[in-house]
């Protein structure tokens, strides 16, 4: 039987946390939940727990409903954002803490913490004080505890938003690994984050959560090729998808000082005002390209975003490389036109580069 959550709502203080939530969850999957700060991803993952009570709809899993089992009878382990461990207690004596409470055979601790130290490549690490971990360490501490237990619905929180870049690049990587290694055929994993770049590296399937709602569900293939309207788009691209407002014309796409030839796929749209959509990495420096002023410059790893301006038409540009320039800095860009979406006055996607075309 499968997780299944029906018509969800928790709206504390008038706000809404979750706004009519519904999922189907199965055995043996990865799923995401990627939306903003404070989009519910949060809420979503505690009402799972048992850690907070929709103001109205009903989880069941397995079969039974979840609002009448205990916390503690829900077999449900979470991974947090904040590093949760028990400083006081060794790398070992943290991740058998929660084994010990279930009374489980010396034996049966032992096999269990030792298998979930290897997935998670801490085996030799197993004397060691918290205190003298890193904070990558730190957080494989949580996921073995977790995994451990080896309880069937696994509950990850953000677990990479408080590591740096490089950290998180490497944990991200690692993270693909334990979760096609160890995640049993009778678990649920439920990974949220802000990322859109995770996302696409645990390749699972999807929910986008904006404001307590569900703006799309799919495979991350699809969330990302084809995202149903303009908050998808934002959500679902780092940085947020490009958004310009123009008119396609018989043989242009025009805006504000700005004139492309049609994309392939914008042939059989009708001629009128869109909001055109394209990622920072479609549009590359090109001394044949229009001229835009450079507003802001910020390196991003082994990255560089441009923030550009000509007239009221701004874009963000993603260049793959690390690269000086100054503000006010004139710089020539193109836009690669095949690569372009074009969303309705409703901000509904109506033509994709990869197939969807309502036109």
């Known amino acids: 039987m499968n997780l299944i959550g029906e018509n969800l709502t ?12 519904s999922f189907e969850f199965k055995k043996g999957n990865l799923y995401t939940i990627l939306g903003r700060t404070l989009s519910g991803k949060t809420t979503f993952l505690k009402t799972i727990a048992g850690l907070l009570n929709p103001d109205s709809g009903n ?20 991974v947090y954002q904040q590093f949760i461990n028990y400083p006081h207690l060794n790398v070992y004596e943290n991740i058998i803490f929660p084994l010990k409470q279930r009374k489980l055979s010396e034996d049966k601790i032992k096999t269990d913490v030792e298998e979930a130290l290897k997935t998670v490549g801490l085996i030799g690490f197993e004397n060691r004080k918290i205190q003298e971990l890193s904070g990558g360490q730190q957080q494989r501490v949580a996921l073995a505890r977790s995994l451990a237990k080896k309880a069937k619905i ?3 929180d953000e677990p990479l938003v408080n590591l740096d870049y490089k950290l998180r690049e490497q944990l991200r990587e690692e993270f693909k690994r334990i979760f096609s290694k160890g995640l049993s055929a009778e678990a649920i994993l439920i990974y949220s984050t802000t990322d859109p770049q995770e996302v696409m590296e645990l390749n699972g399937e999807v929910i986008v959560l904006d404001e307590g709602k569900v703006l799309q569900k799919g495979p991350a293939k699809e969330i990302f090729e084809n995202p149903k309207n303009l908050k998808v788009a934002e959500i679902s691209n780092d940085p947020p998808m490009n958004i310009l407002k123009g008119i396609k014309s018989s043989d242009k796409l025009n805006f504000e000082n700005i004139s492309i030839n049609i994309p392939r796929h914008f042939k059989n749209l009708q001629d009128q005002d869109y909001n055109f959509g394209i ?26 975003l441009l923030h550009l301006k000509k007239g009221d038409s701004k874009v963000i540009a993603l260049i793959e490389e690390v690269m000086n320039f100054k503000i006010h800095e004139k710089v020539k860009i193109k836009f690669n036109e095949n690569k372009f979406y074009a969303f309705n006055k409703e901000e509904e996607l109506i033509s994709s580069p990869y197939g969807v075309s309502n036109g």
């Open 10 to 21: 928790y709206k504390p203080d008038n706000q809404f946390h979750l706004n009519n939530v």
């Open 59 to 78: 989880i069941s899993f397995e079969g039974k409903n979840f609002s009448k089992i205990p916390v503690w009878q829900r077999n449900v382990a979470m």
């Open 154 to 156: 696994l509950l990850l």
């Open 279 to 304: 990622r920072a990495s479609e549009i590359k420096l090109n001394d044949n390209g229009e001229e835009f002023e450079i507003e802001l410059a910020e390196i991003s790893g082994s990255e560089t």
